[in-house]
Structure formats: structure tokens, C-alpha cells
């Protein structure tokens, strides 16, 4: 008994320093992770309106992508579109990019010219996302900013395992149990705080923890390289989405003077390969950069709720409209793939909508606790130390 009585003062103690040197970083990023959970639903918001596409009647034919391309360089010269995005529903514009700015939007049956919304929402999100990843500092590898949310994650899982440990009662009854299972009511606001940890602590364990080792894998190197070498392979230098990339291809030389097919040439053979599609980003070819000797690389979407099982980038032959490669997640490595599912459970998108909403209730969760862990060592050092004197 004396050794369990030890053991337990230990991991109490354990459990209780690690939430005071690490709580107000982790209620930082848990506030932070809550609001940046749904930016990709935040911005598809902003743009809802202008991005509505007008066609005169049901059976009205999109324009080419080059009419619409140059209908957007007539209203916007300054904006030189490299990318755009076809959407399969007909009520969608198309979206124009060059390299990170935009989209701007081009009705397809009117060639009506909309700026997005979305600048001054992805900002503020921008900046959100620089505090939950580095606390406000510098994002570089070694950097003190990604070290504090580095070691604040890892304690985090520590609190997770010591905190089971501890919920656990001396001894086992269902009275017991029942105390600390659910809410009950108290007269004293240290009780309830007590009653508070121990519910929300007990019933948002598994997301916490999935969230907090998700997060270490994802902000130290050697996090990072684990599941590459779980599975014995060489994991990549690059720890964003670079590391997606693949070999380069090299296409069949082309006939003398030939010339790149259209957008819509290029789109066709995806488009008839994978019916179900969504959306096709491709890249804008100016005739510059003919003969080409690669092939080009189109973004595909399928209907799926994780963002990169949804998306899969597809090489396609610009002269001979041939797919040359296709490649869905579950063609990566196992090492690559768990990577993945590491990134995107940690932000509740890998179970779509209703992921991201469990993530963010574990967020508030671990807010909750901090609070509730905060206020009852304020009580445990201060209050006895002022009934001692």
C-alpha cells in the first residue's frame, strides 16, 4: 500500500507541474485550435455569393477556359492567371489563381468578373494559425516559438496518461465512480471544480490524446520521421506538402511544331476516367513554354470527406490527352500515409465535418481543465498557506 501511496504522490505531482509550467500555452493553442478548426468552411462562406455562376437557360454551354481567361485579362490586366479550377456543378465559376493570389472568379456563361471575399478572413486566420503552431514566434526548425508548442504538446500527452491514472478512485465502488463520471452539484466551488476536471478530463481523454500526439508527431523532427520508420522506410526531409511529391515523368517527344492541347482537351480523358469528379485544377500553359517535355500535372477532387483522399493529383500527356499517372492516397507508402491521417486527424478533418467538431469539443475540453487544474493548485498553495499563518 505504502509503495502505491508513493507511486501515486509521484504521478500527482508529475501530473500537477507538468499543467502549471505548461497551461497557459496549452489553453492558447486549444483557443486557437477551436478557432481555426473550420477554415476551409469559413472561406468557402466568405465566397459563397460571388462565386455563383449565371447561365441564361438550363441547356447554356460554358465558354472555353481561354475565352474566359481572356475575359478576366481584358477587366484585369495586372492579374496573370496560371492555374485555374473547373467545377463540375454548372452553378460554380470558374476560379482563377496566379501562384497564391485569388481566386478570382469568371461566370463561364457571361464572362462576369468577381473578386473574392476571402483575403481579409485568411489573413486573420494566417495569423491565428502562427499562434497556435509557434505562440506567436518564428516558425523556423530550432526556433524558441515552435519549441514551446513543441514541449507544451508532449506534456500534454503526459497530463493525458497521468491524468487517467489519477482519475482512477482509491478505492472501487459505483458511488465512487458516479462521483466523478458525471456532474453533480456542490456547495463548495472547489468541489465542483474538483468534479469539473475529473468529468471533462475523463470523457475528452481520447480526443485530447489523439490531438496532443498528433501534434507532437507534427511539431518535432523525430516526431515526424516515426511513422516513416514504423513502417522501414526513408522518411522525407520535408515536413510539408512537399513531401507528397513524386518522381518526375517524361513524356514521348512530340511531332515536329505540334502544340499543347487545350485546357478542355486535357480535362476530357479525367474527366470521362473519374465521372464522380468535383472539381479539376490545372495549371495555364502560356505558349512560351511549349515544346514541353513533362507531362502536366491536374489537381483532381472526389467527393470524400478527407481532404487528401479527396484530392489526387493526376499527369496527363499535353499532346496525346493520355493519364499517365494517378495517384489516390492509398497508392502512397504506409509510411506516407500514416503521416496523412496523422496531419488531418489532429485537425478533426480526416472524419470530415463532424471530425472537426469533435476536435474542437476536445479543444474546450482541454480548456476546461486548464481553468479547473489552475484554480484548484491556486487553493491547494495559496488558501493553505494562508491557514497556516
Keep these: 500500500m505504502a509503495l502505491n501511496s508513493k507511486l501515486r504522490k509521484s504521478i500527482f505531482w508529475l501530473h ?12 492558447m493553442m486549444s483557443a486557437t485550435g477551436i478557432a481555426i478548426a473550420f477554415e476551409d ?26 475565352t474566359a481567361q481572356s475575359h478576366l485579362q481584358q477587366a484585369l490586366p495586372e492579374f496573370a492567371a496560371n492555374y485555374v479550377e473547373v467545377p463540375s456543378a454548372p452553378s460554380l465559376a470558374y476560379s482563377f489563381y496566379h501562384s497564391r493570389k485569388g481566386p478570382i472568379y469568371v ?25 497556435h503552431r509557434f505562440f506567436g514566434g518564428s516558425g523556423e526548425p530550432g526556433s524558441l516559438g515552435r519549441l514551446v508548442t513543441g514541449i507544451s ?40 471544480d474538483f468534479n469539473w476536471h475529473n468529468v471533462f478530463g475523463f470523457w475528452s481523454l481520447p480526443v485530447v490524446l489523439i490531438l496532443a500526439a498528433t501534434a507532437v508527431s507534427i511539431s518535432f523532427e523525430w516526431g515526424h520521421k516515426l511513422p516513416f520508420l514504423a513502417f522501414g522506410e526513408e522518411p522525407p526531409k520535408a515536413r510539408n506538402f512537399s513531401m507528397m511529391a513524386q518522381a518526375p515523368l517524361e513524356i514521348a517527344p512530340p511531332a515536329h511544331n505540334s502544340q499543347p492541347l487545350s485546357a478542355e482537351a486535357m480535362l476530357a480523358p479525367v474527366q470521362d476516367a473519374y465521372p464522380m469528379w468535383e472539381k479539376i ?9 511549349a515544346p514541353l517535355n513533362k507531362p502536366v500535372s491536374l489537381d ?25 499517372r494517378a495517384t489516390h492516397l492509398k497508392d502512397r507508402s504506409a509510411g506516407l500515409q500514416a503521416r496523412i491521417w496523422i496531419r488531418f486527424l489532429h485537425t478533426g478533418g480526416a472524419f470530415g465535418f463532424w471530425g472537426k467538431v469533435i476536435a474542437s469539443l476536445g479543444c474546450f475540453a482541454a480548456l476546461v481543465l486548464v481553468y479547473t487544474g489552475f484554480s484548484l493548485s491556486y ?4 488558501n493553505q498557506h494562508r491557514r497556516t499563518r
Excluded at 487553493?379 to 495559496?382: D, L, M
Design 16 to 27: 500537477l507541474v507538468s499543467g502549471l509550467i505548461t497551461g497557459i500555452v496549452i489553453a
Design 41 to 66: 468552411e469559413m472561406l468557402e462562406w466568405s465566397d459563397r455569393a460571388v462565386k455563383i455562376a449565371q447561365p441564361a437557360t438550363p441547356e447554356a454551354e460554358r465558354m472555353s477556359i481561354a
Design 107 to 131: 461566370d463561364p456563361y457571361n464572362g462576369a468578373i468577381s473578386e473574392s471575399n476571402r483575403e481579409a478572413v485568411h489573413h486573420v486566420i494566417h495569423e491565428i494559425e502562427e499562434w
Design 153 to 192: 504538446n508532449l506534456a500534454l500527452v503526459i497530463l493525458c496518461i497521468t491524468g487517467l491514472y489519477l482519475w482512477f478512485p482509491r478505492r472501487w465502488s459505483w458511488r465512487a465512480i458516479r462521483a466523478i463520471l458525471w456532474f453533480r452539484s456542490y456547495s463548495s466551488s472547489k468541489a465542483r
Design 281 to 289: 485544377g490545372l495549371p495555364l500553359l502560356a505558349p512560351s513554354e
Design 300 to 324: 483532381l477532387y472526389l467527393p470524400d470527406y478527407m481532404p487528401n483522399r479527396a484530392w489526387m493529383p493526376v499527369d496527363v500527356d499535353p499532346y496525346r490527352g493520355l493519364i499517365l
Design 379 to 382: 487553493r491547494r498553495f495559496f
